[in-house]
């Protein structure tokens, strides 16, 4: 079954919060919201690369109030960095 994938690069913050790509993927009836965030507390930044927020569109799922797909999330992948001169520590 082929996909369908749109990525766009933004850099936007809302307090310690940080999204720098989101887009839109479609694959096998399910639509996904895919985000890259970061938080950033004091020395200490956590990423997580291809958040997402899916939609299943399986078995008649559909828009509609009565018939909406349970969302489900995931992540590609997750990076934690402690950065505070001299010391500097990333996963």
Not at 33 to 53: K, L
């Amino acid at each position: 079954m082929s996909s369908v994938a749109v990525n766009g690069i933004i850099w936007t913050s809302m307090g310690p919060f940080f999204i720098t790509n989101i887009g839109l993927r479609f694959s096998s009836s399910v639509l996904s919201v895919c985000f890259d965030v970061s938080v950033a507390i004091g020395s200490i930044q956590t990423v997580m690369e291809g958040f997402s927020i899916d939609l299943d569109f399986f078995n008649g799922k559909d828009l509609s109030p009565d018939n909406f797909p349970i969302p489900s999330v995931s992540t590609s992948g997750l990076a934690v960095a402690f950065n505070q001169s001299p010391l500097t520590i990333t996963t």
